[in-house]
């Protein structure tokens, strides 16, 4: 029954994995920055939480303000950072550079602020078991990053806002001439990527507890899960995040934890020399 | 062995994504002259250098070059095959001077990689200053002698053009693509460009060249290729080609 | 006295350090944070080397510069075929691979608690044992280290580099092996890093997997950005000022818990400041 265990935990983690993935891939997609911050976002938002619930604050308001106030945050590093460098003609590396820079100065105020060590999280919803064997704060993460995902699918086909992502993302050159306003849209997307990171930040940190430097981890195998899925499929993305934490999962029967992250690099090198452009690739 | 399997381009198809930008596009060409690839605006001739010399992988057909074949193969390998190319935005490199732009394109070059380099630093030294005595002579042959040690960004738009010519001599190529080598030159300098094309000519080296400008055409092509939509629709005499009125409705929707 | 000699002998094997990321960031132009990995690899395979008995010193450190080199090369050979952004995933999971390792492989590294007792570097009858004599071992590698990197960047071969880096296309129009190039800078940035790593494994006769990590890797970084991209004087300028930064903190009370975030924390921030406000560094070249 290990391996059944294995297999469901790995889905709730995937799926929370997927909300990472999707939340990168639009951001990635539409500015083309290699956001690494990223992984700081989705880690603060655990600390966030945190604090708010140490406050009293009942956990789903805790969830909400964070991923406010890291849509705020996000924004902020693309109106600041990002189009500051754009503007200046920086060089695609320094950008990745600037990004990194981002993510240090995050993990580290985090680690000065609250502690370098693992902090437990105890919310309200811990320790209560619940069917399959998994926790309350489990179940709700399977059904908010699902719903998180379903929402993301529909807002990216449907809305206008989200029809005018996808064509400034199609189409940078053009969409500057034809006043589709990309640098406003930037501003728009860095913010709802950040929020829907926020989400599965803390309720992984709710689920796993706190520590400010695993997040570069997660974002690794997100980012592998969406080249894997082909740039450009909401649904590759997810999928394949699902797909690859249920591996590392299954693969615990075999090795230890800390190679996991082998088992995930491997997979992505063999995309890389068999099959680059992903699985559901769009273009 | 015919002079028409000098170059020859049989059946390639390029699209990208809605657009057919070459279609069933084929011609041959023979050595030693000067051949003007012209038409309209979006006929495929940049795209047709993109398919020769490697920086595009045609859908489908073959490209051949004397007894090589060309197809599939990359731009550093076709280059040394023969056929190398300039561009229309010139990508001359901006932070060398002129002698430095022809001699970054000589081939062969002793300390191009790092053992010789470290290991053998007076040879390195010494071919260098062959090179540049190689280089200073093909400069010498495109008359830009006087500004060698001048950057690029202090040159003329004339001198440029020059130089970017004087770049493709020194990979050694015998046939040079040349992508609209007087665009935007009048007057003298556009008159120093056609002679070194005749020039170039004389000491056997064959041009295929992009070019907009019927005079240039007129004044120094041994052939004419007319593309349109991708496909090549006629190949002639300069003569044959401009009086066509067929073409010229095609070309200018008028007369010439 | 001996904390200067301490000082100046880390900041000569960062400047080895700074090299070889300055090659393969600065001038080539390749996103890397997985440089500390390859530092860590020429450690361990020396400490292992000298504590075991396996061989000496200078065939050891031949061995960790082989190796490093071979990884250097197998690392960034997939990724340069394809797009850019690849890359800084493959950086990344080699990294962290790496610190996976060196935790994990304890029968070979020693685990988490590190490989203490390294002998002191032997060769030619002498013995490396003092911090004078340390400091003379990595001021001569050094001096080495930036001579070769002079004569590289000189030579034709760094002429082609930075044309690749300006425009690779036109490079490639003209008949040069880009790849080829790319993969021996590469190579030369391995060879440098493992080299460094040898000789800071003899000098503090200590190493454990947190002096190789990612942290150490945006050090590296931040090296190069603030003293200067793709110039010789900048591999120095960097490691001059990064390394006496923890000195200058030391008159600020940090408590000790915070006192590694708050450096950290720095280095990102000089990081943002610098592509933002001196791209150039202080005496490089714009990245």
Same mark, same amino acid.
């Given at each position: 029954?290990?391996?059944?265990?294995?297999?469901?935990?790995?889905?709730?983690?995937?799926?929370?994995?997927?909300?990472?993935?999707?939340?990168?891939?639009?951001?990635?997609?539409?500015?083309?920055?290699?956001?690494?911050?990223?992984?700081?976002?989705?880690?603060?938002?655990?600390?966030?939480?945190?604090?708010?619930?140490?406050?009293?604050?009942?956990?789903?308001?805790?969830?909400? *303000? @964070?991923?406010?106030?890291? &849509?705020?945050? #996000? =924004? +902020?590093?693309?109106?600041? /950072?990002?189009?500051?460098?754009?503007?200046?003609?920086?060089?695609?590396?320094?950008?990745?550079?600037?990004?990194?820079?981002?993510?240090?100065?995050?993990?580290?105020?985090?680690?000065?602020?609250?502690?370098?060590?693992?902090?437990?999280?105890?919310?309200?919803?811990?320790?209560?078991?619940?069917?399959?064997?998994?926790?309350?704060?489990?179940?709700?993460?399977?059904?908010?990053?699902?719903?998180?995902?379903?929402?993301?699918?529909?807002?990216?086909?449907?809305?206008?806002?989200?029809?005018?992502?996808?064509?400034?993302?199609?189409?940078?050159?053009?969409?500057?001439?034809?006043?589709?306003?990309?640098?406003?849209?930037?501003?728009?997307?860095?913010? *709802? @990527?950040?929020?829907?990171? &926020?989400?599965? #930040? =803390? +309720?992984?940190?709710?689920? /796993?507890?706190?520590?400010?430097?695993?997040?570069?981890?997660?974002?690794?195998?997100?980012?592998?899960?969406?080249?894997?899925?082909?740039?450009?499929?909401?649904?590759?993305?997810?999928?394949?995040?699902?797909?690859?934490?249920?591996?590392?999962?299954?693969?615990?029967?075999?090795?230890?934890?800390?190679?996991?992250?082998?088992?995930?690099?491997?997979?992505?090198?063999?995309?890389?020399?068999?099959?680059?452009?992903?699985?559901?690739?769009?273009? | 062995?015919?002079?028409?399997?000098?170059?020859?381009?049989?059946?390639?198809?390029?699209?990208?994504?809605?657009?057919?930008?070459?279609?069933?596009?084929?011609?041959?060409?023979?050595?030693?002259?000067?051949?003007?690839?012209?038409?309209?605006?979006?006929?495929?001739?940049?795209?047709?250098?993109?398919?020769?010399?490697?920086?595009?992988?045609?859908?489908?057909?073959?490209?051949?070059?004397?007894?090589?074949?060309?197809?599939?193969?990359?731009?550093?390998?076709?280059?040394?095959?023969?056929?190398?190319?300039?561009?229309?935005?010139?990508?001359?490199?901006?932070?060398?001077?002129?002698?430095?732009?022809?001699?970054?394109?000589?081939?062969?070059?002793?300390?191009?990689?790092?053992?010789?380099?470290?290991?053998?630093?007076?040879?390195?030294?010494?071919?260098?200053?062959?090179?540049?005595?190689?280089?200073?002579?093909?400069?010498?042959?495109?008359?830009?002698?006087?500004?060698?040690?001048?950057?690029?960004?202090?040159?003329?738009?004339?001198?440029?053009?020059?130089?970017?010519?004087?770049?493709?001599?020194?990979?050694?190529?015998?046939?040079?693509?040349?992508?609209?080598?007087?665009?935007?030159?009048?007057?003298?300098?556009?008159?120093?460009?056609?002679?070194?094309?005749?020039?170039?000519?004389?000491?056997?080296?064959?041009?295929?060249?992009?070019?907009?400008?019927?005079?240039?055409?007129?004044?120094?092509?041994?052939?004419?290729?007319?593309?349109?939509?991708?496909?090549?629709?006629?190949?002639?005499?300069?003569?044959?080609?401009?009086?066509?009125?067929?073409?010229?409705?095609?070309?200018?929707?008028?007369?010439? | 006295?001996?904390?200067?000699?301490?000082?100046?002998?880390?900041?000569?094997?960062?400047?080895?350090?700074?090299?070889?990321?300055?090659?393969?960031?600065?001038?080539?132009?390749?996103?890397?944070?997985?440089?500390?990995?390859?530092?860590?690899?020429?450690?361990?395979?020396?400490?292992?080397?000298?504590?075991?008995?396996?061989?000496?010193?200078?065939?050891?450190?031949?061995?960790?510069?082989?190796?490093?080199?071979?990884?250097?090369?197998?690392?960034?050979?997939?990724?340069?075929?394809?797009?850019?952004?690849?890359?800084?995933?493959?950086?990344?999971?080699?990294?962290?691979?790496?610190?996976?390792?060196?935790?994990?492989?304890?029968?070979?590294?020693?685990?988490?608690?590190?490989?203490?007792?390294?002998?002191?570097?032997?060769?030619?009858?002498?013995?490396?044992?003092?911090?004078?004599?340390?400091?003379?071992?990595?001021?001569?590698?050094?001096?080495?280290?930036?001579?070769?990197?002079?004569?590289?960047?000189?030579?034709?071969?760094?002429?082609?580099?930075?044309?690749?880096?300006?425009?690779?296309?036109?490079?490639?129009?003209?008949?040069?092996?880009?790849?080829?190039?790319?993969?021996?800078?590469?190579?030369?940035?391995?060879?440098?890093?493992?080299?460094?790593?040898?000789?800071?494994?003899?000098?503090?006769?200590?190493?454990?997997?947190?002096?190789?990590?990612?942290?150490?890797?945006?050090?590296?970084?931040?090296?190069?950005?603030?003293?200067?991209?793709?110039?010789?004087?900048?591999?120095?300028?960097?490691?001059?000022?990064?390394?006496?930064?923890?000195?200058?903190?030391?008159?600020?009370?940090?408590?000790?818990?915070?006192?590694?975030?708050?450096?950290?924390?720095?280095?990102?921030?000089?990081?943002?400041?610098?592509?933002?406000?001196?791209?150039?560094?202080?005496?490089?070249?714009?990245?």
């Amino acid at each position: 029954m290990l391996a059944l265990n294995l297999l469901i935990n790995g889905l709730v983690t995937g799926c929370a994995l997927g909300v990472v993935a999707v939340s990168f891939q639009l951001a990635y997609s539409t500015t083309r920055i290699f956001h690494v911050a990223h992984a700081g976002i989705y880690t603060l938002a655990g600390y966030l939480a945190f604090s708010m619930v140490e406050r009293g604050l009942p956990d789903p308001f805790a969830i909400i *303000i @964070a991923a406010l106030i890291c &849509a705020a945050l #996000g =924004a +902020l590093i693309q109106y600041a /950072l990002y189009a500051t460098l754009e503007r200046r003609r920086a060089s695609h590396l320094s950008v990745l550079i600037a990004s990194l820079g981002v993510l240090a100065v995050i993990q580290n105020v985090i680690s000065a602020f609250y502690s370098p060590n693992i902090i437990p999280f105890t919310s309200a919803w811990r320790g209560q078991m619940m069917s399959l064997g998994l926790t309350e704060v489990q179940v709700a993460t399977l059904i908010v990053c699902l719903a998180v995902f379903a929402a993301a699918l529909l807002f990216a086909r449907l809305t206008p806002l989200g029809k005018r992502i996808r064509a400034v993302a199609s189409n940078p050159f053009l969409a500057e001439i034809t006043r589709l306003r990309p640098q406003q849209t930037y501003i728009i997307v860095m913010a *709802i @990527a950040s929020a829907m990171v &926020a989400i599965p #930040g =803390a +309720l992984v940190a709710m689920d /796993l507890g706190l520590q400010p430097y695993n997040g570069t981890t997660v974002l690794l195998t997100a980012t592998i899960a969406v080249i894997a899925g082909g740039i450009g499929s909401l649904t590759g993305a997810f999928a394949l995040a699902v797909l690859i934490t249920v591996l590392q999962n299954l693969s615990l029967l075999a090795i230890s934890g800390e190679w996991s992250v082998g088992i995930t690099f491997f997979i992505f090198l063999i995309f890389m020399l068999f099959r680059p452009t992903g699985l559901f690739a769009q273009r | 062995m015919s002079a028409t399997t000098y170059l020859t381009i049989s059946g390639v198809n390029k699209r990208f994504g809605g657009l057919q930008a070459l279609r069933d596009c084929s011609f041959s060409i023979g050595p030693g002259k000067i051949i003007c690839l012209v038409g309209p605006n979006g006929a495929g001739k940049t795209t047709v250098f993109n398919a020769i010399t490697g920086f595009l992988k045609a859908d489908s057909g073959e490209v051949s070059f004397k007894e090589h074949r060309l197809t599939g193969k990359r731009p550093q390998a076709i280059v040394r095959l023969g056929v190398a190319r300039t561009f229309q935005n010139l990508r001359l490199f901006t932070d060398l001077t002129a002698l430095d732009n022809v001699v970054s394109a000589l081939p062969d070059q002793f300390g191009e990689e790092p053992i010789g380099a470290t290991f053998r630093p007076f040879r390195t030294s010494r071919a260098q200053k062959a090179l540049r005595d190689r280089a200073a002579a093909i400069l010498s042959d495109v008359e830009l002698s006087a500004r060698s040690d001048d950057f690029v960004r202090n040159l003329s738009y004339g001198e440029q053009k020059l130089l970017s010519i004087g770049r493709v001599l020194a990979t050694g190529a015998e046939l040079l693509l040349l992508d609209e080598p007087t665009s935007g030159l009048s007057g003298d300098a556009l008159e120093s460009v056609m002679a070194l094309l005749r020039r170039l000519r004389e000491q056997g080296r064959s041009q295929l060249v992009v070019e907009h400008n019927t005079r240039v055409v007129q004044q120094i092509a041994d052939e004419v290729l007319f593309l349109h939509q991708g496909h090549v629709m006629a190949q002639g005499h300069p003569q044959t080609i401009i009086a066509d009125p067929a073409l010229a409705e095609i070309y200018f929707g008028g007369a010439l | 006295m001996d904390f200067l000699f301490s000082y100046l002998t880390l900041v000569a094997i960062f400047i080895i350090l700074s090299l070889s990321t300055n090659l393969l960031v600065g001038i080539v132009g390749i996103f890397s944070v997985s440089q500390a990995a390859i530092f860590g690899l020429g450690a361990y395979i020396v400490g292992y080397c000298l504590v075991n008995d396996v061989m000496s010193f200078l065939p050891a450190l031949a061995v960790a510069a082989l190796a490093s080199l071979v990884l250097n090369v197998l690392i960034t050979l997939p990724s340069l075929r394809v797009s850019g952004d690849y890359f800084v995933v493959t950086s990344f999971g080699i990294q962290l691979l790496a610190t996976a390792a060196f935790t994990n492989l304890t029968e070979i590294t020693g685990g988490a608690s590190g490989m203490p007792g390294i002998p002191p570097a032997e060769f030619f009858g002498l013995s490396f044992d003092s911090g004078f004599k340390n400091f003379l071992l990595a001021a001569i590698a050094a001096t080495i280290a930036s001579l070769w990197f002079a004569l590289l960047m000189r030579a034709p071969f760094g002429r082609l580099l930075r044309a690749i880096r300006e425009d690779e296309l036109a490079v490639a129009a003209f008949g040069k092996n880009v790849l080829f190039a790319k993969v021996r800078a590469a190579a030369i940035a391995g060879v440098m890093a493992g080299a460094a790593g040898g000789l800071y494994a003899v000098y503090l006769s200590f190493i454990d997997p947190t002096t190789f990590d990612l942290n150490a890797s945006v050090l590296l970084l931040t090296m190069v950005v603030l003293g200067g991209a793709r110039t010789l004087a900048g591999s120095i300028v960097g490691p001059l000022v990064l390394l006496a930064l923890p000195q200058l903190l030391t008159f600020i009370d940090i408590p000790t818990t915070t006192a590694a975030a708050v450096r950290q924390g720095i280095y990102g921030l000089l990081l943002i400041l610098f592509m933002v406000f001196r791209p150039q560094g202080l005496v490089g070249e714009k990245l």
